[in-house]
C-alpha cells in the first residue's frame, strides 16, 4: 500500500479540479469500494485521495415526475424516502437487498454506480492476467473456477461482474446521471453510462478523469405500476446476488401495457432486457408470456463450466419476478 | 519530485471526549481506536468490510470502522462499545446478551452489541425475522445466532416467538 495525500474538497468545483489536474488523484466517497481497493488488496494506488462527502449534494427532491438524488445521499437515507417507498418500490427492495445495514449507511448512490467488480481475479494482485487490470494481460477468470461472473455483455476477454442490485432497477427506469466535469456539466442516461469491456474491459464506463457524479435523476413510474426486484444468492442476506431482476408492468383487463425490466448478477454492465420488454407490451399477463420473455432476456449468453447455470437460474429468476408483480401465477 | 503530505490532523470526539491525533493519511478508524486511542473493545475480524467485528456508530449510525478512514471523520462523533458503559454500568443491549448467553467466544460479539443497539434505535426489531435481516451485517462463527436475536428481542420487550 502506497502512501496517498489526503484533501476534502469543499465544493464539485473545486473536487473537479483537483483531481483533473493530478493523474494520479481519486476521488473518495464512503469508501466501501475505494478503500477496500486501495488500502486491502492494494489494486488502485492512487497518489491523492480527494473526500467529496463534506460537499452539499445530500439532498432528495422532487420535481414534478422526476426524484433527484444528489450522489452522497447514502443507500440507507434512499431507501428511507417516503417518495422511493410509494412510487419506486422496486428501488427500495433493490437497496435493502444490498451489501448490510452498516455498508449502506457508508455507501454513496453516486459510489453504487461505480462500484467496481468483485471478480476474484481482479482483486487479488498476485494473478497476472487480468484484462481490466492489466489492459493486454489475458482473462485467468474465463480459464480458472468462476461462479459470481457475468454471462451476457461478456467474452473471451473479460467475464467480470457488475455487482450493484441498486443499479438493476436504475437502468430499467431509464435514469438520468448528471456529470460535472472540466468542461462543465452534462447528463447521461445510465443506460448509456457503462460501456460493454470489448477489447478493452479496463474501460467500464464514459466518464473522463476528473469527471465527478453529482446526480441522478429517476422518471418516477406511473401511479398504478407494479413493480419489484427479485435477488437470488448463496445465502439469505449480505450476499452479492446470483441472479437477480427488476420488473415494474402496467397491466389493463389482462394485457400487458407497459413493461420494464433489467437483470443483475448476470451483466458485465447492469442489463436491460429490451427484447423481452418487447415482447411483454401488448401481450397477455400469463405465465406463457412470462416464459418467451425470458428466454428473450438471456439471448446469447456467453459460458464458462462454473457460470453455465446462471442462463436457466436468471430464466427462472426473471419469470419470478414477472409473477410476483403481476400477481399472475405460473 | 515535490515531497507530498501522507498525514493527516484529525479531532474526533470519541465516546463524548475530544481526541486530537496526526495520523499517516491511510489510518482506518479501526486501527486508529485501537492502536492509537487504546480502545481495544472493537475488533478486527476480516479488515475487509465483510464480517462486522469492527462495527461503530459514527454520528450515532453503525459502519464498519475497518473501511471507514479516520481522516474522514474530523470533527465527527464515534461510539465504540467502551463508550456503552461509560461509569461501568452495562447498557441494556450488553445485560441481555449475558442473560441469554448471546455468545461463545466473544470475538464478534461487541460488533454484535454495537449492531444491536443501532438496530434497536433503527426500529428493526419487529420480528425475528427483521431482526436477523438487519443483523445480517454481523456474521458469528461460532453460531450463536439464535441467542442473539433473543437478547435483541428481549431489549425490544417482545416475549418469545
Known amino acids: 500500500m502506497r502512501p496517498f495525500e489526503y484533501v476534502s474538497a469543499d465544493d464539485p468545483a473545486a473536487a473537479v479540479a483537483l483531481v483533473s489536474a493530478d493523474p494520479r488523484a481519486e ?46 445521499v447514502t443507500m440507507n437515507e434512499l431507501a428511507a424516502d417516503p417518495t422511493v417507498s410509494e412510487r419506486l418500490p422496486l428501488v427500495r427492495e433493490a437497496l435493502l437487498a444490498s451489501a448490510s445495514p452498516q ?22 494482485v498476485s494473478v497476472p492476467a487480468c484484462n481490466k487490470r492489466t489492459p493486454g494481460s489475458g482473462c485467468a477468470a474465463v480459464r480458472g473456477p468462476a461462479r459470481m461472473h457475468a454471462i451476457l455483455g461478456a467474452g473471451e476477454h473479460c467475464i467480470a461482474l457488475h ?9 430499467a427506469l431509464d435514469t438520468l446521471v448528471d456529470i460535472q466535469g472540466v468542461d462543465g456539466s452534462r447528463s447521461v442516461p445510465l443506460t448509456r453510462f457503462y460501456v460493454l469491456p470489448g477489447q478493452r474491459p479496463d474501460i467500464e464506463n464514459v466518464l473522463r478523469h476528473g469527471d465527478l457524479i453529482t446526480r441522478i ?14 435477488k437470488v444468492r448463496d445465502r439469505a442476506s449480505y450476499e452479492f446476488a446470483l441472479t437477480s431482476a427488476a420488473a415494474a408492468l402496467s397491466i389493463a383487463d389482462g394485457t400487458i401495457v407497459r413493461a420494464r425490466l433489467a437483470l443483475g448478477g448476470v451483466g458485465t454492465v447492469p442489463w436491460r432486457a429490451r427484447e423481452a420488454e418487447r415482447l411483454l407490451r401488448g401481450a397477455p399477463a400469463t405465465g406463457r408470456t412470462f416464459q418467451a420473455a425470458a ?27 414477472l409473477q410476483t408483480v403481476s400477481g399472475v401465477p405460473s | 519530485m515535490t515531497r507530498i503530505d501522507t498525514s493527516v490532523d484529525v479531532m474526533l470526539r470519541v465516546n463524548g471526549s475530544a481526541r486530537r491525533l496526526r495520523l499517516d493519511t491511510r489510518v482506518t478508524l479501526l486501527d486508529a481506536l485501537r492502536d492509537e486511542l487504546d480502545l481495544t473493545g472493537t475488533k478486527k ?91 445480517s451485517g454481523n456474521l458469528c462463527r461460532c453460531g450463536a445466532y439464535p441467542n442473539i436475536v433473543a437478547a435483541i428481542r428481549d431489549v425490544a420487550g417482545r416475549g418469545t416467538e
Open chain 1, 27 to 72: 476521488y473518495l466517497a464512503g469508501g466501501t469500494t475505494e478503500l477496500d481497493l486501495v488500502l486491502k488488496d492494494g489494486v488502485l494506488e492512487p497518489g491523492r485521495l480527494v473526500d467529496i462527502t463534506r460537499m452539499p449534494l445530500r439532498e432528495i427532491t422532487r420535481a414534478d415526475d422526476t426524484l433527484q438524488i444528489g450522489a452522497l
Open chain 1, 103 to 124: 455498508l449502506r449507511n457508508m455507501a454513496t448512490i453516486g459510489g453504487n454506480l461505480l462500484q467496481r467488480t468483485r471478480c476474484r481475479y481482479f482483486r487479488d
Open chain 1, 163 to 171: 455487482a450493484s442490485d441498486l443499479c438493476v432497477p436504475l437502468v
Open chain 1, 217 to 230: 435523476r429517476i422518471p418516477l413510474l406511473p401511479v398504478g405500476t407494479r413493480s419489484g426486484y427479485v
Open chain 1, 295 to 321: 428466454q428473450a432476456a438471456l439471448g446469447d449468453p456467453f459460458t464458462v463450466a462454473g457460470t453455465a447455470f446462471k442462463v436457466e437460474l436468471a430464466e427462472r429468476t426473471i419469470v419470478r419476478a
Open chain 2, 45 to 135: 475480524g476480516c479488515d475487509q468490510g465483510a464480517c462486522g467485528a469492527c462495527t461503530v456508530l459514527l454520528d450515532g449510525k453503525r459502519v464498519l470502522s475497518c473501511l471507514t478512514l479516520t481522516a474522514q471523520c474530523d470533527g465527527r462523533d464515534v461510539t465504540t462499545i467502551e463508550g456503552l458503559a461509560p461509569d461501568g454500568r452495562l447498557h441494556p443491549v450488553q445485560e441481555a446478551f449475558i442473560r441469554h448467553d448471546g455468545f461463545q467466544c466473544g470475538y464478534c460479539t461487541t460488533g454484535q452489541i454495537m449492531s444491536a443497539v443501532a438496530l434497536l434505535q433503527e426500529g428493526r426489531a419487529g420480528s425475528d425475522e427483521e431482526i436477523r435481516e438487519f443483523m
